[in-house]
T-cell receptor
């Protein structure tokens, strides 16, 4: 299982952008980069995923480094509802996700 | 479109008993995966079903089993429950298998073994 490295925790002020980093130096050419988040007492929630190009959706943006060894999840304006654990996952095949410990995001009012 | 539903939401069982958990995927989704979440081990993959066949299996003992029906609904069974099986069991569905498919998780079933 391919490994990712994320900071254990981060803080952000409300209504400011948040950049959540993820290192994946052992990524292979066909691995997709997926981001999920888990709010307290809920199941994980899909955020965004991509392969090589930067991706945008209504929730967030995903910036992928040119060498694909790192990526950054960008929340454009953090709200209190964005406080969650964010998981960066490399998807190698099938639907077998290996979740690490993720980054616990605290949003300060 | 309705999301992934799991029943029951909460369950209390006694050590040695068996339990069956149910998952209904999003309409049209053919893949169902199961995960166990505990404070100590985090989220761990149990198994995945696609078109009624188990496609992948995580590192769990044979007491954990599952199946998928022709309508894509899935059940997982844990026999001879142990105290360490107390966990949040999560089901996730996906349109298909493969790297590009995202998964959608249900709210989970909270199992407590006493």
């Amino acid at each position: 299982d391919a490994k990712t490295t994320q900071p254990n925790s981060m803080e952000s002020n409300e209504e400011e952008p948040v950049h959540l980093p993820c290192n994946h130096s052992t990524i292979s050419g066909t691995d997709y980069i997926h981001w999920y988040r888990q709010l307290p007492s809920q199941g994980p929630e899909y955020v965004i995923h991509g392969l090589t190009s930067n991706v945008n959706n209504r929730m967030a943006s995903l910036a992928i480094a040119e060498d694909r060894k790192s990526s950054t999840l960008i929340l454009h304006r953090a709200t209190l509802r964005d406080a969650a654990v964010y998981y960066c996952i490399l998807k190698e095949s099938g639907n077998q996700f290996y979740f690490g410990t993720g980054t616990s995001l605290t949003v300060i009012p | 479109k309705a999301g992934v539903t799991q029943t029951p939401r909460y369950l209390i069982k006694t050590r040695g008993q068996q339990v069956t958990l149910s998952c209904s995927p999003i309409s049209g989704h053919r893949s169902v995966s199961w995960y166990q979440q505990t404070p100590g081990q985090g989220l761990q993959f149990l198994f995945e079903y696609f078109s009624e066949t188990q496609r992948n299996k995580g590192n769990f003992p044979g007491r954990f089993s599952g199946r998928q029906f022709s309508n894509s609904r899935s059940e997982m069974n844990v026999s001879t429950l142990e105290l360490g099986d107390s966990a949040l069991y999560l089901c996730a569905s996906s349109l298909g298998m493969g790297r590009a498919y995202e998964q959608y998780f249900g709210p989970g079933t909270r199992l407590t073994v006493t």
